[in-house]
């Protein structure tokens, strides 16, 4: 799943990702740049995958 977050404070999105690792899950947060907008413009994402603890 990826959430686009860009209404959360940079403190806000690392305790969602924080929450999420707690809960299991492997966390990837990312930062794109607009097309069209101003430099500095940024748009904020999470993605978070299911860890599988089933290792051979």
């Not at 959360?8 to 794109?32: F, H, I, N, S, W």
């Amino acid at each position: 799943m990826e959430i686009q977050v860009n209404n959360l404070t940079a403190p806000e999105r690392l305790d969602l990702g924080r929450m999420l690792l707690k809960a299991g899950y492997t966390v990837q947060m990312t930062r794109r740049h607009r097309a069209g907008k101003a430099s500095g413009a940024y748009d904020y994402y999470i993605k978070a995958e299911v860890l599988d603890d089933k290792k051979s």
